[in-house]
């Protein structure tokens, strides 16, 4: 914005600070909760803990084998963003600079795949897992593997679709340029695409992270004892006979803080500057 | 030409999907014993973490083992998972060699034939069906078919109540019949202290409790042939029995009807109820700090002078234990089964989770010879009732347990509850059950 | 800017093939040209098909089948029921069809707040977070955090604020704010949809920020100093240049968030549990309570091919609207 007008910059700050108070009371509970023995998180809701204990960080360690699940959840998401981002590229740039047959075919197909309710493919999926396992020796049921195909294909068509709209706010004169100065389209992508796009590319794959980081039903049928994820070891925290919240909270904070420190990192690249910098 | 391309593609994918759905599932019709080294069991969760169930299964998975140098992988399902977990493994066939299921499961996984069916040769094979209680055993599978599992852990529900606050109220006597008890829940009932806690969120919770009420009332919501019955007068007279704790006798905290996180247990241990109808919760109130002689337990109330059926004054809770009929491992799943329903290990285990063994013999133990296990113990063994053992009884388990919530939530709303709107909410339950 | 700008039609056509052998070179040029997408979707295309259609065109044979626990372990053997799951579940007079009708508006509604308040949301704060400031990069990472956390941990969390007795909300609006006469329910009767909507709320519309803000990122600031020569305030910039280049962004954001939060499962799955409120009976734990904890698979795939017709239905007439629009701006 240029020049904006003082009710503008009040009305920010007002606005902001609502979003903000919004946006991290729950994460307020959490912190405040985990800090708690577990009769205060039982009784009635009070800010500050009748007794300031860290026991719940030592306890959730035991409670359930979170570090494993932790890492699990980190090759799982990992693995499956970046292949995701990968692949999703390629065919974002198909779609987007390329005329070709099949193109609306290809993208209706993809994208109404986003529309069965997982629920149901939940099951055919599990058995042509444990068929590719009894045929082929590979083994994707209950494997890490398994998951990660499963996970980069869930956010493959948003990813598709998100990073052909970024693509497509990118003027072509950039990779008409490139096609002048002798790039064939692999090189136009890597060099002159993939920069312009970084943000977009960044939007993307964390959406990817994030898909493949919560996702709860194909986690709980599809993982073991040794490949449970996060998303579902969590769970493990609300047993037959109580619900530790005081250990749900502080295990959510501790896995997810290496996943704020890598928002932060990626922030950088969010920022304008980059593509600013390539469109003049 | 475009369209050719796309019924050529949608042809291809339903070749794959016939293969993938011809050889899904369990082709090969039992256990065989190609690989006699190894079991996987799945276990259920019991203790209070995943890492605690671990913890107590290890030692005696390894004492199998040097028995008979099978090795057991162990995993211990949480409850969210388990069904699931289940139902994969029926649908593909490959499961574990033997695992826990919850015993209201029972009928519905004996339908899938999934499971390994008890008949008498292979009873023989643990040890005899005589060895287990009659009541766990009728909670394993449908009347007059082989029982689909054993049983491995069993509880009951009691009525527990909180002496100090009996006393203060000038009760002397815990309630032996409804009439009572909502009289004394009344007195008991003031301030933000009530009489009674119920766990009015927890489907299943509502279910076992209803189910009770409705045995006593006369009706196991199933007619005998099967045929669901849920607005009987007799069914809807049960559940508006439980529904009004809240609606009309307010004995029970209007808070209750969402409960779903167990804080009906923490409300009776931290006295803000003074009654609590719950199974084996000794170890539970235990660690909320509420020592073992401030609470009694009696059978839940029933009618007075009933018998019978009208007697009931719980559902027969527990954990059967199964084998899955694709095993590769039938004799050491066996094997096993028989380890695990050894008075021996039965001792042990029931008595680390504060449940009671399955088994005769091992009741006697001085580890369940505690008030309170042995006030269960006497309700398993002469007023509890199975939950109806039919393949439709996840449906029931849902539908009801649903209604009741529902139920539940519009008188803790404050909106009337009659028997019209009792009856409604039973019936519209009653014609989601598929015809069958 | 402009002396880079050269005829699409050029580079098309002429640029390419410019040295020998122009024959030769024009013939390969073309197979590239024409293979290259393909192998580009290549990836794609197969791992879409095996994780998803296959799966997907095996759940619409499902539907078609008598798919209850009695077959579940073969299959194959599942009688062929003819469109009889689909008349159970379209026969809205029967409790079945009744339930699964107002499962569908609750949805319908729930959607389309929780997408419009997101986008809303969204498109404001990253809006006001275009300029820097102090403190921005620490508020935009504090914006993220919904996102970050797992979704198990966040919902559970929000559940255990939105307890009547024990929980955060109560306690401010009545017990501090005085605001209600009685502690109100919040997980059960008919609030829970609010409750519902304000967790869908706080987890998605981090997603349309981070969305719209990598947007931003392409406008160039050029424009807006052209606009402010031209005399116009803030907000005809915001109306006449940040949203209008917002669009293409939008129209992907609009449609993902719609979808999503249309086939959501975890969030009501975490909030509730297995039998959700009336008044939050989203469609997708509708269908797996008729399905998973009924295990009536025919009957559950049956409504899941209904509920595909339908956002089949919307997305193409979205698509087909917004496109014609696009087409009328070009």
């Not at chain 1, 494997?143 to 980069?152: A, E, H, P, V």
């Not at chain 3, 093939?17 to 122009?22: E, M, Q, T, V, W």
């Not at chain 3, 309570?289 to 919307?314: E, K």
């Amino acid at each position: 914005m240029i020049n904006p007008p003082a009710s503008f910059r009040w009305l920010r700050r007002v606005v902001l600070l609502v979003l903000a108070v919004f946006t991290l009371t729950p994460v307020a509970v959490m912190l405040s909760s985990s800090l708690k023995p577990l009769r205060d998180v039982q009784g009635p809701w009070r800010w500050i803990p009748s007794e300031l204990t860290f026991r719940p960080y030592i306890d959730i360690w035991k409670t359930v084998p979170l570090a494993k699940y932790f890492t699990n959840s980190l090759i799982v998401a990992g693995s499956a963003t970046a292949l995701s981002v990968l692949i999703a590229l390629l065919a974002g740039y198909a779609v987007s600079r390329y005329r070709f047959r099949g193109k609306k075919i290809f993208t209706i197909t993809v994208l109404s795949t986003q529309m069965f309710p997982g629920i149901l493919f939940l099951l055919p999926l599990f058995l042509i897992f444990v068929n590719i396992g009894n045929s082929t020796g590979i083994a994707l049921y209950g494997s890490r593997g398994g998951l990660i195909l499963t996970y980069l294909t869930f956010s493959l068509p948003f990813s598709i679709w998100m990073l052909a709209g970024y693509l497509d706010s990118i003027p072509r004169d950039l990779d008409e340029a490139a096609a002048v100065d002798g790039c064939g389209p692999i090189r136009t992508l890597v060099q002159i695409i993939v920069p312009a796009a970084l943000p977009g590319i960044i939007a993307v794959a964390v959406y990817a992270f994030m898909t493949a980081w919560g996702e709860v039903l194909f986690a709980s049928v599809m993982t073991n004892d040794q490949t449970r994820t996060l998303a579902v070891g969590l769970q493990g925290y609300a047993t037959q006979t109580d619900v530790y919240w005081n250990q749900v909270m502080a295990a959510s904070l501790v896995v997810s803080l290496p996943v704020v420190a890598g928002f932060l990192l990626l922030q950088r690249y969010l920022v304008a500057g980059l593509t600013a910098g390539a469109v003049k | 030409m475009r369209t050719h391309r796309i019924s050529a593609a949608l042809a291809l994918t339903a070749a794959i999907v016939l293969t993938a759905s011809a050889c899904g599932g369990g082709d090969s019709g039992g256990g065989s014993n190609s690989s006699p080294k190894t079991l996987t069991y799945w276990a259920s969760n019991q203790g209070s973490s995943l890492e605690n169930d671990k913890q107590v299964l290890e030692p005696e998975l390894k004492k199998f083992e040097q028995q008979t140098g099978i090795k057991v992988n162990l995993e211990v399902i949480p409850w969210s998972d388990l069904l699931n977990r289940i139902l994969a493994a029926t649908a593909s066939g490959q499961g574990p060699d033997v695992l826990n299921i919850g015993n209201t499961w029972s009928a519905s996984l004996q339908a899938t034939g999934a499971l390994l069916p008890f008949d008498q040769a292979t009873f023989d094979k643990i040890g005899g069906k005589d060895r287990f209680l009659e009541s766990a055993i009728a909670s394993a599978g449908a009347k007059g078919k082989d029982p689909a599992a054993v049983p491995l852990y069993s509880m009951a529900y009691g009525l527990y109540y909180n002496k100090k606050l009996f006393q203060a109220a000038g009760i002397a006597n815990p309630p032996a019949t409804w009439e009572e008890l909502v009289q004394d829940g009344k007195k008991l009932t003031s301030g933000d202290k009530y009489g009674i806690a119920i766990e009015g969120g927890n489907v299943s919770e509502n279910v076992h409790n209803v189910f009770t009420l409705g045995m006593q009332h006369g009706t196991g919501f199933f007619d005998a042939s099967g045929k669901p019955t849920f607005d009987s007068p007799e069914a809807v007279a049960a559940v508006k029995q439980y529904v009004d704790f809240i609606a009309n006798d307010k004995i029970a905290a209007p808070g209750n009807a969402e409960y779903a996180a167990n804080q009906s247990v923490t409300d009776f241990a931290t006295g803000k109820a003074a009654m609590l109808m719950w199974q084996s919760a000794g170890a539970n109130l235990k660690s909320h700090g509420m020592n073992p002689d401030d609470y009694g337990v009696v059978p839940v109330p029933a009618p007075a002078g009933a018998t019978g059926d009208k007697a009931t004054t719980s559902m027969v809770a527990g954990i059967n234990m199964a084998v899955f009929k694709n095993t590769k491992n039938l004799d050491g799943a066996l094997n096993f089964v028989k380890f695990m329903t050894s008075d021996e290990e039965q001792k042990t285990l029931n008595g680390t989770y504060g449940s009671l063994p399955s088994v005769k013999a091992a009741q006697s133990d001085a580890a369940f010879s505690t008030p309170e296990l042995q006030t269960l113990a006497g309700v398993l063994q002469k007023s509890a009732a199975p939950l109806p053992q039919v393949p439709t009884e996840s449906q029931f388990e849902t539908l009801i347990g649903t209604a009741v919530k529902n139920l539940l939530a519009s008188a803790a709303a404050g909106k009337p509850v009659t028997e019209a709107t009792v009856k409604d909410e039973l019936s519209k339950a009653q014609q989601q059950m598929p015809a069958s | 800017m402009s002396e880079k700008v050269i005829d699409r039609q050029t580079v098309g056509k002429e640029a390419a093939p410019k040295g020998a052998a122009p024959a030769r070179r024009r013939l390969r040029d073309k197979f590239g040209r024409s293979a290259l997408p393909y192998l580009l979707l290549l990836p794609a295309l197969l791992a879409e098909l095996l994780i998803h259609l296959v799966p997907m065109v095996t759940g619409i044979v499902m539907a078609f089948k008598q798919l209850t626990q009695f077959f579940i372990r073969d299959w194959g053997s599942a009688p062929w029921s003819g469109f009889d799951n689909f008349k159970v579940a379209l026969e809205f007079d029967a409790p079945v069809g009744k339930a699964l009708l107002h499962s569908f508006w609750v949805t319908c509604g729930f959607t389309v707040l929780s997408v419009g308040l997101s986008w809303l949301i969204g498109v404001t704060a990253s809006i006001f977070t275009q300029d820097a400031f102090r403190g921005r990069g620490l508020l935009r990472a504090a914006f993220m955090l919904p996102y970050a956390l797992p979704v198990f941990a966040a919902v559970i969390t929000w559940s255990f604020m939105f307890q009547r007795d024990t929980g955060l909300i109560n306690h401010v609006l009545h017990d501090q704010l005085h605001l209600t006469s009685d502690k109100p329910f919040w997980l059960i009767g008919d609030n829970s949809f609010w409750a519902l909507l304000t967790v869908s709320v706080w987890k998605s519309w981090p997603f349309a920020f981070l969305t719209l803000t990598a947007g931003l990122q392409n406008i160039p600031r050029e424009l807006y100093e052209a606009a402010a020569l031209d005399g116009a305030g803030v907000w005809q910039q915001i109306r006449r240049i940040t949203l209008p280049s917002l669009r293409p962004v939008n129209l992907v954001l609009v449609l993902v968030l719609f979808l999503w939060t249309f086939n959501d499962f975890n969030t009501p799955f975490v909030l509730f549990g297995k039998s959700a409120p009336q008044a939050a009976d989203l469609i997708s734990i509708h269908i797996y309570q008729s399905s998973f904890i009924t295990w009536n698979f025919g009957q559950g795939s049956a409504m899941s091919v209904l509920l595909l017709l339908f956002l089949l239905l919307v997305t193409a007439v979205y698509l087909f609207a917004t496109n014609r629009r696009r087409g009328e701006a070009e």
